[in-house]
């Protein structure tokens, strides 16, 4: 028995030096020789009970919440982004890109001119140029053109501003990727809704601050660092939400574990940890208390959101959802849903653009009018949704891919393809943005005859992280996050607000 | 033995205060001694620890001086009085303990050598701390008027007030070039420093140059003193501004080398002086109303709040250099219409309220008008039908409604012409079959029905 007992004993102390780690010893040594000095001050007192009330009193209502909102430095319409990201790199030259020039050139070989010093992902030898495959049209008041694989978008395209001559320094999909997310292409940077989160939190304190929401059968080359917090405290990552099953996984409660019985569990595991804090005043121990009581409430408000089957029958047909599948559809109807509770930042993936023309449906003749059908309805729903309830006001939508795609056929291993296709291509590809803030029917940048490099109004991938920020309320320059010993930035050294396109 | 001189020299701002505390202990004795000759005995005592101390005060100063790498122009004068301030310690000490060889001090009267000794411990101690806070310290508080009455220099930042409207017309030199200089150089070039001799207050003095002679080379910014200094790394001695002073931004070095290339002009305005509008638009005021009213109010107080918040009400700042606020009820969709007097508290305060998802009823708007700044008004998914919707057109700074999903009647939709600024109603999913009224006041105010619909197109269902 005796034996045990000293089991028991060591193990205990063992276990609290465990828990006091260098950091705690540092802090309780400056925090006891200030209570040292005060006592010796205010007689009477002991330190041992003042010191945690003291520090109490200085934590910040973030320290507790993670997730509670701040103030922006600037004052912004934007209250939420929804970011459409078509991972694999849709071709502009089909979509938005009117080059009636490269139809004239269309089979003949690409100057040489425009292929030094270039580098491509597949792309050998002499490729031929290749026209558009998509008819286009000038839409709406503003005339910009759209083609008639998008023939639902032209009825919103005055909503939009259109960025023409976006460029990349990445030409394979998984750095490109994370450079279009985390302002880096190489791993560790926070993403867009990473930064947005930690900067504003989110107001809905049922609901994550920062959704992502993938279709297509697979999610981004790049992995889920690219809705990563990076350096950034990993409360303010990316939560991955399906619209397929469960949508969070393991959010129900276990067979035979009822709502009370959960809520007793958390209770009990809170009180030890108010004891634990208690005794070592961390402020990381209230942050967790906050976390795992508002997982219980999430287990009821994420279900509710996520569930589109409640919504009518005529909003179901306009965004053309297929509930209990996972679509890009359902995803755009619930990106409004998120946006409409107060979630700050929703990112889709729809994965499947990266027509090289290697495959059928990686062609730009068939592939791509499919994945363009499938994106098309839903997009134009989720703009005039977002429209009609008065969110778009509010709501800062940005569309794009990774780069974009050449204007010569991919001719992989120098042989001809199977199908039409094209390979990756930085220099210049389009996005454009909608919603609160940005200038409706504008279209800024240019391309020359043939749509490989910008001539006008170029941006780049750090000017369009500017711009969003700037939306959001905040100065790309001013808002940082000290990391080993500096200050990081999302658009790093670079970037410019594109005013082109804000109203 | 580098740590320990160090670690010493960074004794002496403790060290100092010993011989400041003995010095002046024994100058009160003296005071006191005057009639009755209470503390005769006690004063050199003070002195000779005084005198002790102010050497150590002296060493620790020296070493302090060596291991920090103050430059010996900033620290002479302290240097000198502190070993004055030694020596006289010892003088003051032999003289009143009676030292026979100091009898020439005799004839010089204790009061005089007293005043001095005062007058000799004050300098020093007042350059010293003219070193450790800065020159200005001590004056810096004091309103300008009595700066200037003291003759000490006065400093006014002066503002850039460019927009995007009204850059053009704006004076490049009087609106922007000066103030650039004027805040960032000025400091150290004026009449009254005149560091290098070198003033950059008025046209003149800029062309006239400094030392170094002329400092623009008109058209030529990279032969431009006043350009090439600025531009330098800022570890390279020949940097101007220097180390610890205010910094020009990378907008405003680019703007004085474009307005030297451009051949300097004193005179006329931006759009005269041909230079482009990209160079200014960092200067133009984040102007940061955007919808909200253009007027200055106090803050709300922090303890309404914080009451607010507990109830589960969201408070938010607009913007942190905004004293509007943002209430919401996301979290708390059981607000009522009685739950609304908690926020009368802030009411000039809140711009944008989200009420929706809420009980509240129709008899909101009476508290809703009492809220003289709102300028976004959120009631979507409520059971409003609008009969009191009268009661809000007072508010002249509302400039959107949204009445989404609400039982709101087509027959008070007349009423929101009487509404001064309203720009946007939203009435998707009302009660409103008939949608023919669509705008109101001329245009000014446009409505939305909603009800969007994308018919199906032969396309949709053409699988490739």
């Known amino acids: 028995m005796k034996d045990l007992i000293d089991k028991l004993i060591q193990e205990k102390l063992a276990r609290e030096a465990e828990a006091k780690t260098r950091r705690h010893f540092i802090k309780n040594c400056a925090q006891g020789i200030g209570g040292l000095a005060l006592s010796s001050i205010f007689a009477g007192c002991d330190p041992l009970t003042t010191a945690p009330k003291k520090t109490q009193a200085a934590f910040s209502e973030r320290d507790l919440n993670p997730l509670a909102t701040l103030a922006p430095p600037y004052s912004s319409k934007v209250k939420s982004v929804i970011y459409l990201h078509m991972a694999g790199a849709p071709s502009q030259l089909e979509m938005f890109d009117y080059k009636p020039e490269l139809q004239k050139f269309d089979g003949q070989d690409c100057p040489q001119s425009l292929l030094e010093g270039k580098k491509f992902a597949f792309i050998k030898g002499t490729p031929k140029l290749m026209g558009p495959q998509a008819k286009f049209k000038q839409e709406g008041e503003s005339g910009n053109w759209v083609s008639d694989y998008m023939p639902h978008f032209k009825k919103v395209v005055d909503e939009v501003a259109f960025l023409k001559a976006v460029h990349t320094d990445q030409f394979n999909h998984g750095p490109a990727q994370l450079f279009m997310h985390t302002g880096s292409a190489r791993l560790g940077r926070p993403s867009i809704g990473s930064w947005a989160t930690y900067g504003l939190g989110s107001a809905n304190q049922n609901l994550p601050g920062f959704v992502v929401l993938t279709s297509g059968g697979n999610t981004p080359d790049a992995g889920k660092s690219v809705w990563g917090s990076g350096f950034l405290p990993s409360v303010y990552q990316g939560v991955q939400c399906r619209s397929k099953g469960d949508p969070v996984l393991y959010i129900k409660d276990p067979d035979g574990v009822t709502r009370d019985l959960k809520k007793s569990t958390i209770d009990a595991i809170n009180k030890i940890n108010k004891q634990e804090y208690l005794k070592y005043a961390d402020p990381e121990i209230l942050a967790r208390i906050n976390q795992y009581e508002m997982a219980y409430r999430m287990q009821i408000a994420v279900p509710e959101v996520m569930n589109i089957n409640n919504e009518p029958e005529n909003i179901k047909q306009m965004f053309g959802v297929e509930p209990g599948k996972e679509s890009f559809a359902n995803n755009c109807l619930l990106a409004r849903k998120l946006v409409e509770d107060g979630v700050r930042f929703v990112q889709l993936f729809d994965w499947g653009w990266d027509t090289h023309g290697n495959v059928r449906s990686g062609s730009i003749d068939m592939g791509l009018r499919n994945k363009c059908r499938e994106i098309d309805r839903p997009i134009t729903a989720l703009l005039l949704d977002l429209k009609q309830r008065g969110l778009l006001d509010e709501t800062l939508v940005v569309w794009g891919g990774e780069f974009g795609r050449t204007p010569m056929q991919e001719n992989r291993g120098n042989k001809k393809m199977a199908y039409k296709g094209r390979d990756h291509h930085g220099d210049a590809f389009t996005m454009w943005m909608a919603g609160g803030g940005i200038k409706k029917g504008a279209c800024h940048g240019k391309t020359d005859d043939i749509g490989f490099s910008g001539i006008e109004g170029k941006v780049s991938v750090h000017d369009v992280h500017a711009t969003i920020l700037q939306q959001l309320g905040f100065d790309h320059e001013e808002f940082t996050y000290e990391f080993q010993g500096r200050n990081f930035r999302l658009t790093d050294v670079e970037g410019e607000v594109i005013k082109e396109i804000l109203a | ?464």
């Open chain 2, 1 to 464: 033995m580098d740590v320990l001189k160090q670690l010493l020299g960074r004794l002496h701002p403790l060290l100092v205060h010993l011989p400041i505390g003995f010095l002046i202990f024994g100058l009160l004795l003296q005071f006191l001694d005057r009639k009755k000759k209470t503390y005769t005995q006690l004063i050199p005592v003070a002195y000779f620890w005084g005198g002790l101390s102010a050497i150590a005060a002296c060493i620790t100063g020296y070493l302090q001086y060596l291991g920090e790498g103050y430059g010996f122009d900033t620290i002479k004068w302290h240097l000198w009085s502190g070993i004055a301030t030694a020596l006289f310690s010892f003088l003051m000490y032999f003289k009143l303990s009676g030292v026979k060889n100091f009898s020439f001090l005799t004839k010089v009267p204790i009061i005089m050598l007293s005043t001095i000794f005062f007058i000799l411990i004050s300098f020093t101690g007042h350059q010293g701390g003219n070193i450790t806070h800065g020159e200005d310290y001590l004056v810096e508080p004091l309103p300008n008027s009595v700066k200037s009455a003291l003759g000490i220099e006065t400093f006014e930042a002066k503002e850039i007030n460019l927009t995007e409207e009204n850059w053009e017309a704006a004076q490049i030199y009087e609106d922007v070039i000066h103030p650039i200089l004027n805040n960032k150089c000025v400091s150290c070039h004026n009449p009254k420093k005149a560091k290098g001799d070198l003033l950059l207050h008025t046209p003149d003095a800029i062309l006239k140059g400094g030392e170094n002679g002329e400092i623009i080379n008109p058209k030529n910014a990279s032969d431009s003193d006043l350009f090439v200094r600025m531009k330098l790394p800022m570890d390279d001695d020949n940097h101007m501004p220097p180390e610890g002073k205010t910094q020009p931004t990378k907008e405003d070095i680019k703007l004085v080398g474009a307005w030297i290339d451009t051949g300097n002009p004193f005179e006329g305005s931006i759009k005269n002086s041909g230079l482009n509008k990209e160079l200014f638009s960092s200067f133009f005021s984040k102007k940061d109303n955007l919808d909200y009213p253009d007027i200055e109010i106090t803050a709300a107080s922090q303890d309404s709040i914080i009451t607010i918040e507990k109830t589960g009400i969201h408070v938010d700042l607009i913007s942190k250099s905004s004293n509007f606020l943002s209430v919401s009820c996301i979290n708390k969709p059981d607000f009522t219409d009685a739950d609304f007097e908690i926020l009368l508290a802030i009411k000039s305060n809140i711009a944008r309220l989200d009420i929706g998802n809420t009980k509240v009823s129709d008899n909101i708007f009476k508290k809703i008008a009492l809220l003289p700044n709102l300028t976004i008004l959120k009631l979507d998914n409520t059971s409003i039908s609008g009969k009191n919707i009268k009661e809000i057109a007072n508010l002249k700074n509302l400039k959107t409604i949204n009445l989404t999903a609400t039982n709101f009647e087509r027959e008070h939709i007349s009423k929101f012409s009487d509404f001064p600024s309203l720009q946007n109603i939203y009435l998707y999913k009302s009660n409103i079959k008939t949608q023919e009224i669509k705008t109101l006041n001329k245009g000014q105010i446009s409505i939305d029905y909603g009800g969007y619909e994308l018919p199906t197109l032969p396309t949709d269902s053409i699988v490739y």
